[in-house]
Protein backbone atom coordinates (compact mmCIF):
# COMPACT_ATOMS: atom_id res chain seq x y z
CA UNK A 1 0.00 0.00 0.00
CA UNK A 2 2.91 2.27 0.48
CA UNK A 3 4.94 1.80 -2.34
CA UNK A 4 1.67 2.19 -4.32
CA UNK A 5 0.53 5.49 -2.40
CA UNK A 6 4.10 6.82 -3.71
CA UNK A 7 3.23 5.78 -6.98
CA UNK A 8 0.56 7.57 -7.21
CA UNK A 9 2.20 10.79 -5.75
CA UNK A 10 4.72 10.13 -8.66
CA UNK A 11 1.87 9.87 -11.26
CA UNK A 12 0.01 12.81 -10.22
CA UNK A 13 3.44 14.43 -9.98
CA UNK A 14 4.08 14.03 -13.89
CA UNK A 15 0.47 15.11 -14.78
CA UNK A 16 1.31 18.30 -13.30
CA UNK A 17 4.82 18.52 -14.87
CA UNK A 18 3.04 17.58 -18.22
CA UNK A 19 0.70 20.77 -17.89
CA UNK A 20 3.71 22.44 -17.46
CA UNK A 21 5.41 21.55 -20.29
CA UNK A 22 1.78 21.13 -22.34
CA UNK A 23 -0.22 23.72 -21.37
CA UNK A 24 -0.11 27.53 -20.70
CA UNK A 25 -2.63 30.62 -21.56
CA UNK A 26 -1.52 32.51 -24.28
CA UNK A 27 -2.12 36.37 -23.89
CA UNK A 28 -2.25 38.89 -26.52
CA UNK A 29 -5.35 40.24 -28.99
CA UNK A 30 -6.41 36.35 -29.87
CA UNK A 31 -7.20 35.70 -26.46
CA UNK A 32 -10.95 35.87 -25.51
CA UNK A 33 -12.49 38.81 -23.30
CA UNK A 34 -11.50 37.34 -19.95
CA UNK A 35 -13.32 40.75 -17.72
CA UNK A 36 -15.42 39.88 -14.79
CA UNK A 37 -16.82 42.29 -12.53
CA UNK A 38 -16.67 41.65 -8.83
CA UNK A 39 -20.24 40.99 -8.24
CA UNK A 40 -20.12 37.90 -10.30
CA UNK A 41 -16.79 37.00 -9.15
CA UNK A 42 -17.85 36.18 -6.28
CA UNK A 43 -21.20 34.81 -7.75
CA UNK A 44 -19.49 32.47 -9.63
CA UNK A 45 -17.43 31.44 -6.24
CA UNK A 46 -20.69 31.66 -4.51
CA UNK A 47 -22.62 28.89 -6.55
CA UNK A 48 -19.16 26.51 -6.29
CA UNK A 49 -18.92 26.19 -3.20
CA UNK A 50 -22.50 25.61 -2.66
CA UNK A 51 -22.45 22.81 -5.28
CA UNK A 52 -19.99 21.20 -3.32
CA UNK A 53 -21.18 21.34 -0.45
CA UNK A 54 -24.66 19.74 -1.71
CA UNK A 55 -22.90 16.86 -3.53
CA UNK A 56 -19.49 15.85 -2.79
CA UNK A 57 -20.14 12.75 -2.37
CA UNK A 58 -18.61 12.56 1.03
CA UNK A 59 -20.52 13.81 4.05
CA UNK A 60 -17.07 14.52 5.92
CA UNK A 61 -15.82 16.15 3.02
CA UNK A 62 -12.50 13.78 3.10
CA UNK A 63 -11.57 15.42 6.77
CA UNK A 64 -11.82 19.20 5.36
CA UNK A 65 -13.38 22.32 6.96
CA UNK A 66 -15.27 22.95 3.28
CA UNK A 67 -16.90 26.19 5.66
CA UNK A 68 -12.86 27.26 6.44
CA UNK A 69 -12.27 27.22 2.95
CA UNK A 70 -15.18 29.19 1.95
CA UNK A 71 -13.50 32.00 4.77
CA UNK A 72 -10.09 31.53 3.08
CA UNK A 73 -10.41 31.53 -0.46
CA UNK A 74 -13.45 34.34 -0.94
CA UNK A 75 -10.99 37.13 -0.63
CA UNK A 76 -8.79 35.30 -3.00
CA UNK A 77 -11.54 35.33 -5.25
CA UNK A 78 -12.07 38.79 -4.65
CA UNK A 79 -8.84 40.10 -5.33
CA UNK A 80 -9.27 38.21 -8.83
CA UNK A 81 -8.62 40.79 -11.81
CA UNK A 82 -10.15 38.19 -14.46
CA UNK A 83 -11.25 34.95 -15.56
CA UNK A 84 -8.37 33.08 -15.27
CA UNK A 85 -7.05 34.23 -12.10
CA UNK A 86 -10.56 33.16 -10.77
CA UNK A 87 -10.31 29.91 -12.35
CA UNK A 88 -7.10 29.80 -10.25
CA UNK A 89 -8.18 30.35 -7.20
CA UNK A 90 -11.05 27.42 -7.64
CA UNK A 91 -9.06 24.80 -8.89
CA UNK A 92 -7.01 25.01 -6.47
CA UNK A 93 -9.83 25.42 -3.74
CA UNK A 94 -11.52 21.73 -4.88
CA UNK A 95 -8.04 20.55 -5.15
CA UNK A 96 -8.14 20.90 -1.06
CA UNK A 97 -10.64 17.94 -1.02
CA UNK A 98 -7.97 15.89 -2.50
CA UNK A 99 -10.47 13.46 -4.67
CA UNK A 100 -10.41 12.56 -8.33
CA UNK A 101 -12.64 14.11 -10.63
CA UNK A 102 -13.11 17.32 -8.87
CA UNK A 103 -12.20 20.43 -11.83
CA UNK A 104 -12.92 23.69 -12.76
CA UNK A 105 -13.05 24.92 -16.37
CA UNK A 106 -13.94 28.30 -18.09
CA UNK A 107 -15.35 28.96 -21.23
CA UNK A 108 -12.46 30.80 -22.62
CA UNK A 109 -10.49 28.19 -24.54
CA UNK A 110 -6.49 28.13 -25.53
CA UNK A 111 -4.99 26.15 -28.14
CA UNK A 112 -2.94 24.12 -26.92
CA UNK A 113 0.70 26.15 -26.13
CA UNK A 114 3.87 24.55 -24.86
CA UNK A 115 6.89 22.86 -26.53
CA UNK A 116 4.75 19.80 -27.52
CA UNK A 117 6.17 16.96 -26.01
CA UNK A 118 4.49 14.90 -23.56
CA UNK A 119 6.43 12.44 -21.23
CA UNK A 120 5.77 9.10 -19.09
CA UNK A 121 7.52 8.35 -15.62
CA UNK A 122 9.56 5.19 -15.69
CA UNK A 123 11.89 3.93 -12.89
CA UNK A 124 12.47 7.80 -11.56
CA UNK A 125 12.66 8.76 -15.37
CA UNK A 126 11.07 11.55 -17.70
CA UNK A 127 11.00 9.93 -21.13
CA UNK A 128 9.09 11.40 -24.17
CA UNK A 129 5.68 9.58 -24.33
CA UNK A 130 4.79 11.75 -27.59
CA UNK A 131 5.76 14.51 -29.73
CA UNK A 132 2.82 16.94 -31.23
CA UNK A 133 2.84 17.32 -35.22
CA UNK A 134 4.32 21.22 -35.97
CA UNK A 135 5.15 21.30 -32.80
CA UNK A 136 8.28 23.01 -31.30
CA UNK A 137 9.36 19.99 -29.86
CA UNK A 138 8.72 17.96 -33.01
CA UNK A 139 10.85 20.40 -35.25
CA UNK A 140 14.10 20.57 -32.77
CA UNK A 141 13.99 16.69 -33.96
CA UNK A 142 13.02 15.48 -30.42
CA UNK A 143 11.92 11.52 -30.24
CA UNK A 144 9.91 9.59 -28.59
CA UNK A 145 12.28 7.46 -25.62
CA UNK A 146 14.50 10.72 -25.08
CA UNK A 147 15.03 11.15 -21.09
CA UNK A 148 14.71 14.71 -19.91
CA UNK A 149 17.42 15.42 -17.60
CA UNK A 150 16.85 18.71 -16.71
CA UNK A 151 14.16 21.79 -17.34
CA UNK A 152 14.78 25.13 -17.25
CA UNK A 153 11.87 27.29 -17.11
CA UNK A 154 8.05 26.64 -18.62
CA UNK A 155 5.41 27.70 -20.86
CA UNK A 156 3.55 30.13 -19.57
CA UNK A 157 2.02 33.58 -20.91
CA UNK A 158 5.09 35.41 -19.43
CA UNK A 159 7.67 33.14 -20.68
CA UNK A 160 8.43 32.49 -24.62
CA UNK A 161 11.47 29.52 -24.21
CA UNK A 162 12.42 27.10 -21.88
CA UNK A 163 15.70 24.94 -21.77
CA UNK A 164 15.95 22.00 -22.04
CA UNK A 165 18.50 18.95 -21.52
CA UNK A 166 17.86 15.30 -23.08
CA UNK A 167 19.96 11.74 -23.14
CA UNK A 168 18.86 11.16 -26.84
CA UNK A 169 18.87 7.41 -28.17
CA UNK A 170 21.93 7.09 -28.85
CA UNK A 171 23.47 8.06 -25.23
CA UNK A 172 24.74 11.58 -26.84
CA UNK A 173 23.25 14.88 -24.69
CA UNK A 174 21.02 17.05 -26.78
CA UNK A 175 20.45 20.66 -24.95
CA UNK A 176 17.46 22.93 -26.63
CA UNK A 177 16.31 26.03 -26.21
CA UNK A 178 12.90 25.58 -27.17
CA UNK A 179 10.49 28.34 -27.96
CA UNK A 180 6.54 28.00 -26.63
CA UNK A 181 4.21 27.97 -29.37
CA UNK A 182 0.93 27.25 -30.17
CA UNK A 183 0.65 23.45 -31.79
CA UNK A 184 -2.03 20.67 -33.12
CA UNK A 185 -2.61 18.21 -30.34
CA UNK A 186 -1.50 14.75 -30.77
CA UNK A 187 -4.21 12.76 -32.39
CA UNK A 188 -6.07 10.79 -29.97
CA UNK A 189 -6.72 7.28 -31.46
CA UNK A 190 -10.11 5.35 -31.03
CA UNK A 191 -8.71 2.11 -30.63
CA UNK A 192 -6.37 -0.26 -32.79
CA UNK A 193 -6.59 -4.14 -33.53
CA UNK A 194 -4.47 -6.97 -33.95
CA UNK A 195 -3.66 -10.79 -34.00
CA UNK A 196 -1.86 -12.37 -31.20
CA UNK A 197 -0.40 -16.06 -31.08
CA UNK A 198 -2.70 -18.99 -30.50
CA UNK A 199 -5.70 -17.31 -32.58
CA UNK A 200 -5.87 -14.38 -30.01
CA UNK A 201 -6.77 -10.96 -30.98
CA UNK A 202 -5.46 -7.49 -28.99
CA UNK A 203 -8.13 -4.91 -28.97
CA UNK A 204 -6.59 -1.66 -27.36
CA UNK A 205 -9.58 0.65 -26.38
CA UNK A 206 -8.35 4.34 -25.53
CA UNK A 207 -11.53 5.37 -23.62
CA UNK A 208 -15.52 4.30 -22.59
CA UNK A 209 -17.03 6.93 -24.19
CA UNK A 210 -19.64 6.15 -26.86
CA UNK A 211 -17.25 6.37 -30.07
CA UNK A 212 -14.52 3.86 -28.84
CA UNK A 213 -17.12 1.55 -27.09
CA UNK A 214 -19.25 1.50 -30.59
CA UNK A 215 -15.68 0.66 -31.96
CA UNK A 216 -14.75 -1.70 -29.64
CA UNK A 217 -18.51 -3.86 -30.29
CA UNK A 218 -17.88 -4.06 -33.95
CA UNK A 219 -14.26 -5.41 -33.27
CA UNK A 220 -15.79 -7.94 -30.83
CA UNK A 221 -18.51 -9.10 -33.27
CA UNK A 222 -15.75 -10.03 -35.90
CA UNK A 223 -13.71 -11.68 -33.95
CA UNK A 224 -16.26 -13.94 -31.90
CA UNK A 225 -14.39 -16.95 -32.97
CA UNK A 226 -11.00 -15.45 -31.18
CA UNK A 227 -9.85 -18.24 -28.89
CA UNK A 228 -8.65 -15.15 -26.56
CA UNK A 229 -9.54 -11.27 -26.53
CA UNK A 230 -6.58 -9.48 -24.76
CA UNK A 231 -8.27 -5.74 -24.50
CA UNK A 232 -5.69 -2.49 -23.54
CA UNK A 233 -7.17 -0.33 -20.80
CA UNK A 234 -3.51 1.19 -20.75
CA UNK A 235 -3.84 4.72 -20.74
CA UNK A 236 -7.38 4.73 -20.47
CA UNK A 237 -8.84 7.68 -18.76
CA UNK A 238 -12.56 6.24 -18.50
CA UNK A 239 -15.58 8.21 -19.93
CA UNK A 240 -19.24 7.59 -19.12
CA UNK A 241 -21.32 4.83 -17.07
CA UNK A 242 -23.28 4.63 -19.84
CA UNK A 243 -20.76 3.42 -22.00
CA UNK A 244 -19.10 1.21 -19.33
CA UNK A 245 -22.22 -0.65 -19.63
CA UNK A 246 -22.21 -1.44 -23.28
CA UNK A 247 -18.77 -2.90 -23.21
CA UNK A 248 -19.67 -5.08 -20.19
CA UNK A 249 -22.37 -6.73 -22.18
CA UNK A 250 -19.71 -7.84 -25.00
CA UNK A 251 -18.43 -9.85 -22.25
CA UNK A 252 -20.81 -10.92 -19.81
CA UNK A 253 -23.54 -13.47 -21.23
CA UNK A 254 -25.37 -13.39 -18.21
CA UNK A 255 -26.21 -11.64 -14.99
CA UNK A 256 -23.35 -10.29 -12.83
CA UNK A 257 -23.03 -7.55 -10.22
CA UNK A 258 -20.11 -5.45 -10.10
CA UNK A 259 -20.11 -2.64 -7.45
CA UNK A 260 -22.09 -0.20 -6.02
CA UNK A 261 -21.92 4.17 -6.34
CA UNK A 262 -22.46 5.76 -2.59
CA UNK A 263 -23.67 8.96 -2.85
CA UNK A 264 -23.52 11.77 0.08
CA UNK A 265 -27.02 11.20 1.24
CA UNK A 266 -26.44 7.60 1.57
CA UNK A 267 -28.41 6.08 -1.07
CA UNK A 268 -26.79 3.75 -3.34
CA UNK A 269 -26.90 3.03 -7.56
CA UNK A 270 -26.02 -0.79 -8.41
CA UNK A 271 -24.12 -1.35 -11.21
CA UNK A 272 -24.89 -4.50 -13.15
CA UNK A 273 -25.87 -6.04 -16.19
CA UNK A 274 -28.35 -8.51 -17.28
CA UNK A 275 -25.93 -10.38 -20.00
CA UNK A 276 -26.05 -10.64 -22.85
CA UNK A 277 -26.55 -13.23 -24.89
CA UNK A 278 -24.31 -12.15 -28.00
CA UNK A 279 -21.48 -11.38 -25.39
CA UNK A 280 -18.01 -13.33 -25.84
CA UNK A 281 -16.96 -16.04 -24.25
CA UNK A 282 -13.87 -17.22 -24.79
CA UNK A 283 -11.08 -16.41 -22.50
CA UNK A 284 -9.80 -12.60 -21.91
CA UNK A 285 -7.13 -10.67 -20.65
CA UNK A 286 -7.01 -7.06 -19.38
CA UNK A 287 -3.69 -4.96 -19.36
CA UNK A 288 -3.65 -1.78 -17.05
CA UNK A 289 -0.99 1.08 -16.55
CA UNK A 290 -0.76 3.51 -13.98
CA UNK A 291 -3.14 5.71 -15.92
CA UNK A 292 -6.03 3.28 -16.42
CA UNK A 293 -8.61 5.06 -14.67
CA UNK A 294 -12.21 5.66 -13.82
CA UNK A 295 -14.79 3.63 -15.64
CA UNK A 296 -11.53 1.18 -16.77
CA UNK A 297 -10.30 0.56 -13.58
CA UNK A 298 -14.18 -0.24 -12.18
CA UNK A 299 -14.29 -2.38 -15.71
CA UNK A 300 -11.00 -4.45 -15.00
CA UNK A 301 -11.73 -4.82 -11.49
CA UNK A 302 -15.45 -6.35 -12.78
CA UNK A 303 -13.40 -8.32 -14.83
CA UNK A 304 -10.96 -9.91 -11.64
CA UNK A 305 -13.79 -10.42 -9.11
CA UNK A 306 -16.01 -12.13 -10.85
CA UNK A 307 -13.25 -14.60 -12.60
CA UNK A 308 -14.07 -13.63 -16.51
CA UNK A 309 -10.32 -12.96 -17.02
CA UNK A 310 -6.92 -12.24 -15.91
CA UNK A 311 -5.76 -8.25 -15.39
CA UNK A 312 -2.02 -7.95 -16.27
CA UNK A 313 -0.01 -5.41 -16.24
CA UNK A 314 0.45 -2.20 -13.13
CA UNK A 315 -1.55 -0.69 -10.57
CA UNK A 316 -3.96 1.04 -11.88
CA UNK A 317 -3.97 5.18 -10.85
CA UNK A 318 -7.00 4.86 -8.10
CA UNK A 319 -9.16 7.69 -9.19
CA UNK A 320 -12.86 5.87 -9.51
CA UNK A 321 -15.16 8.25 -7.88
CA UNK A 322 -18.66 9.03 -10.14
CA UNK A 323 -18.53 12.67 -11.27
CA UNK A 324 -21.13 14.96 -12.52
CA UNK A 325 -20.89 18.43 -14.45
CA UNK A 326 -22.32 21.07 -13.01
CA UNK A 327 -22.90 24.82 -14.81
CA UNK A 328 -21.99 27.74 -13.21
CA UNK A 329 -22.53 31.68 -13.89
CA UNK A 330 -20.25 33.27 -16.49
CA UNK A 331 -19.23 30.43 -18.33
CA UNK A 332 -17.29 27.97 -15.85
CA UNK A 333 -18.04 24.70 -15.55
CA UNK A 334 -17.59 22.40 -12.09
CA UNK A 335 -16.89 18.44 -12.14
CA UNK A 336 -17.86 17.43 -8.48
CA UNK A 337 -17.16 13.68 -7.44
CA UNK A 338 -20.86 12.80 -6.31
CA UNK A 339 -20.55 9.09 -5.22
CA UNK A 340 -17.82 6.86 -4.10
CA UNK A 341 -17.59 3.14 -5.45
CA UNK A 342 -17.89 -0.07 -3.37
CA UNK A 343 -16.31 -3.40 -5.32
CA UNK A 344 -18.88 -6.06 -5.32
CA UNK A 345 -16.93 -7.62 -2.57
CA UNK A 346 -17.22 -4.76 -0.71
CA UNK A 347 -13.54 -3.08 -2.04
CA UNK A 348 -13.11 0.73 -2.07
CA UNK A 349 -11.48 1.83 -5.36
CA UNK A 350 -10.60 5.13 -4.83
CA UNK A 351 -7.18 5.29 -4.08
CA UNK A 352 -6.19 1.75 -3.87
CA UNK A 353 -6.56 1.22 -7.75
CA UNK A 354 -6.68 -2.76 -9.33
CA UNK A 355 -3.62 -4.93 -8.23
CA UNK A 356 -3.48 -7.07 -11.19
CA UNK A 357 -2.86 -10.52 -11.30
CA UNK A 358 0.24 -10.55 -13.37
CA UNK A 359 1.91 -7.95 -12.67
CA UNK A 360 4.57 -6.16 -15.11
CA UNK A 361 7.05 -3.56 -14.92
CA UNK A 362 8.15 -1.64 -17.61
CA UNK A 363 11.49 -0.25 -17.53
CA UNK A 364 12.88 2.85 -19.39
CA UNK A 365 15.11 0.57 -21.42
CA UNK A 366 12.28 -1.08 -22.70
CA UNK A 367 10.43 1.59 -23.56
CA UNK A 368 13.61 3.61 -25.16
CA UNK A 369 13.76 0.07 -27.41
CA UNK A 370 9.66 -0.40 -28.51
CA UNK A 371 9.48 -3.18 -26.23
CA UNK A 372 6.45 -4.09 -24.65
CA UNK A 373 7.20 -6.22 -21.65
CA UNK A 374 3.26 -6.64 -21.30
CA UNK A 375 2.53 -7.84 -24.37
CA UNK A 376 5.68 -9.94 -23.81
CA UNK A 377 4.25 -11.57 -21.04
CA UNK A 378 1.09 -11.86 -21.98
CA UNK A 379 2.25 -13.75 -25.19
CA UNK A 380 3.80 -16.36 -22.42
CA UNK A 381 0.51 -16.91 -20.73
CA UNK A 382 -1.43 -17.39 -24.09
CA UNK A 383 0.39 -20.39 -24.33
CA UNK A 384 -0.76 -21.39 -20.84
CA UNK A 385 -4.16 -23.79 -20.85
Known amino acids: MHRHRLV ?51 PKFNGVNWAQMKEKYRPLAEAATNKAELLDVLQKMVGELHASHMGVRGDFRFPPYGTGASYVQLEEKWLVGGVAPGSPAQLAGIERGWILTSADGECTASRTKVALKFLDLREQTQSLDLPCATHQPMPAPVGSVRPLENGAVYLRLTSFTPEPAKWLADQVTRNKSAKAIVLDLRGNSGGSTESQMKVFELFFSSKAVFGKFRFQTGKEYTLKTGGSKSAYRGRMLVLTDHFTQSAAEVFAMAIQETGRGVVVGQHSNGGVLLGNHFKLPNGFDLHIAVADFYTAKGIRLEGRGVIPDVPVAPTAKDFRENKDTVLVRVNQLLQLP
Open 8 to 58: RSLVLIGIILLQCFAVAQESGPAVPDLQISLPDRLKVFDKLWEKVNKYFFD
